[in-house]
């Protein structure tokens, strides 16, 4: 009868831990090699590549890219979450001045911007990484944050 039990408990323990798992997993996501944690309540809903050519020139806020990649969310509220990373193919990414107000978010030293969008307000953060070019959007400053790494 011990065993019965210990074995009832057992079960239930490793029912409970996967659950709890599953629960508090949260996606990451990795663009031209940066990592960033999707928060809880988001999913994905457009993953996106652009590549520019010699007609056209691709770019993030005036800030001139060879490539461009691209990742959105949203949650069960309709808020939307947007991630790019843009890259030059022989070259760092030095600066960028994309306006707003600087600022540093999660030990990242960048450029804050906030509008208003369908009255709904919607932040962008802009900062360089590893030579590269990076925006968040997003509807805070706090979903911001959580999403880097």
């Given at each position: 009868?011990?065993?019965?039990?210990?074995l009832?408990?057992?079960?239930?323990?490793?029912?409970?831990?996967?659950t709890?798992?599953?629960?508090?997993?949260?996606e990451?996501?990795?663009l031209?090699?940066?990592?960033?944690?999707?928060p809880?309540?988001?999913?994905?809903?457009?993953?996106?590549?652009?590549?520019?050519?010699?007609?056209?020139?691709?770019?993030?806020?005036?800030?001139?890219?060879?490539?461009?990649?691209?990742?959105?969310?949203?949650?069960?509220?309709?808020?939307?979450?947007?991630?790019?990373?843009?890259?030059k193919?022989?070259?760092?990414?030095?600066?960028?001045?994309?306006?707003?107000?600087?600022?540093?978010?999660?030990?990242?030293?960048?450029?804050?911007?906030?509008?208003?969008?369908?009255?709904?307000?919607?932040?962008k953060f802009?900062?360089l990484?590893?030579?590269?070019?990076?925006?968040?959007?997003?509807?805070s400053?706090?979903?911001?944050?959580?999403?880097?790494?």
């Open positions: 009868m011990d065993k019965k039990k210990v009832v408990l057992a079960l239930f323990l490793v029912v409970v831990v996967s709890v798992a599953a629960i508090s997993a949260t990451e996501l990795t031209e090699g940066i990592k960033f944690k999707i809880d309540g988001y999913s994905s809903i457009e993953k996106e590549t652009d590549v520019s050519d010699s007609n056209d020139v691709e770019d993030i806020d005036g800030t001139a890219v060879d490539s461009e990649k691209t990742s959105e969310y949203s949650n069960a509220a309709g808020d939307e979450l947007e991630i790019q990373v843009g890259s193919n022989n070259q760092k990414i030095d600066s960028i001045n994309p306006g707003g107000d600087k600022k540093n978010i999660a030990g990242k030293d960048g450029f804050l911007i906030k509008d208003m969008d369908d009255g709904k307000n919607k932040y802009e900062y990484q590893d030579g590269k070019i990076v925006k968040i959007t997003a509807v400053e706090d979903i911001i944050g959580q999403v880097m790494v």
